[in-house]
């Protein structure tokens, strides 16, 4: 006879099925900052070690003033402006700027 009760109740399988979603879950909600993968790699055509980058100087070099802002908020067409209004505040090279840029409009609301 099956049980489905059971392991709800006990700290069976089902209990560390549930906590292993609240961790990933929660990983992403604390975050909001999408971490690439080779999913986004492909579709974008952009090698994923440059975005894995861009994704590490947003971190570093845009978050002086205010708590970064998820990628999705913006689309690949306003994300430009955005990282312009930005660039001088920031003190960042043109390289950065385009590696900060590529992570995300490929991140973004409507990635490219
Ligand atoms: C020297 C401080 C400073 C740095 C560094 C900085 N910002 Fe900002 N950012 C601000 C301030 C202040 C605002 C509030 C709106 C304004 O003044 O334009 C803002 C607003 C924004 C907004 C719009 C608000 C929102 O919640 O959507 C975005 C997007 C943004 N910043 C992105 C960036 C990016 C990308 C970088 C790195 C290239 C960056 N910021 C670095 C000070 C900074």
Do not use: F
Not at 20 to 27: E, I, R, S
Not at 43 to 64: D, F, P, Q
Request: glycine letters at 8%.
């Amino acid at each position: 006879m099956i049980r489905p009760d059971v392991d709800l109740y006990d700290g069976g399988p089902v209990r560390a099925g549930l906590l292993l979603v609240a961790v990933l879950t929660g990983a992403c909600a604390g975050a909001d900052i999408p971490t690439p993968s080779v999913i986004d790699a492909n579709r974008s055509g952009i090698a994923l070690g440059r975005l894995e980058r861009g994704r590490a100087v947003y971190l570093e070099k845009c978050t002086r003033c205010h708590s970064p802002v998820a990628p999705r908020d913006y689309s690949s067409n306003e994300w430009p402006g955005r990282v312009d209004e930005m660039t001088d505040r920031s003190k960042i090279s043109q390289d950065e700027k385009q590696l900060i840029l590529t992570y995300l409009t490929t991140m973004s609301s409507t990635p490219k």
